[in-house]
């Protein structure tokens, strides 16, 4: 079965960081774009960061500098670095697999994980 | 960069109406335009890819088109099951980008 499923949310004081994961299972990351994206508290979807197949990887103006993402082909998951947290950072986090060939279209999601930045 | 809009921001609609959902984009986007259902609580789930084509499972009632600048989402015949939040999707090279989201209830 073809699923992701993320871990790794929970409260953490600002300025602090957070590594998310996400485990992969019925298809091979490494050979797929996969992306990050996040939802505030009664928000809208906020694409966070993606990684290529090739390697390469790209985050908005919002959080660049700040999240990294990374993959480990041999455990076949992905994950969110997550560093200097802010409070405009707490959201609902979704990893997602990229379809290139369906106009950049995320077919498949997780379950997401909560992160809550609080003092 | 690629700004997305949407409207309206929410509607409610009957049971077995039309709804009809806009999208527009800042620029000229092809037809590199996706559209989302997500449920309250629940990961969004795409319905719609290169503007006009349903993913594979997704009931034939709703359905995508334009190209360009301006875009529809249509779900014919509403039903309970659909109420939703709807999102718009877009992919530029190294950015993606959501719409705002149409909130869909039943009246």
């Known amino acids: 079965e073809v699923q992701l499923v993320e871990t790794g949310g929970g409260l953490i004081q600002p300025g602090g960081s957070l590594r998310l994961s996400c485990a992969a299972s019925g298809f091979t990351v490494s050979s797929n774009y996969m992306t990050w994206v996040r939802q505030a508290p009664g928000k809208g979807l906020e694409w966070v960061s993606v990684?290529?197949?090739?390697?390469?990887?790209y985050s908005p103006d919002s959080v660049k500098g700040r999240f990294t993402i990374s993959r480990d082909h041999s455990k076949n998951m992905v994950y969110l670095q997550m560093n200097s947290l802010r409070a405009e950072d707490t959201a609902v986090y979704y990893c997602a697999r990229v379809t290139v060939t369906k106009t950049g279209a995320f077919d498949i999601w997780g379950q997401g994980t909560m992160v809550i930045v609080a003092s | 960069d690629i700004q997305m809009t949407q409207s309206p921001s929410s509607l409610s609609a009957s049971v077995g109406d039309r709804v009809t959902i806009t999208c527009q984009a800042s620029q000229d986007i092809s037809n590199y335009l996706n559209w989302y259902q997500q449920k309250p609580g629940k990961a969004p789930k795409l319905l719609i890819y290169?503007?006009?084509n349903l993913q594979t499972g997704v009931p034939s009632r709703f359905s995508g088109s334009g190209s360009g600048t301006d875009f529809t989402f249509t779900i014919t015949n509403l039903q309970p099951e659909d109420i939703a939040t709807y999102y718009c999707?877009?992919?530029?090279?190294?950015?993606?980008?959501f719409g705002p989201g149409t909130k869909v209830d039943i009246k």
């Open positions: 990684i290529f197949s090739g390697g390469n990887t």
């Open positions: 290169a503007a006009s």
């Open positions: 999707q877009h992919h530029d090279n190294f950015l993606f980008t």
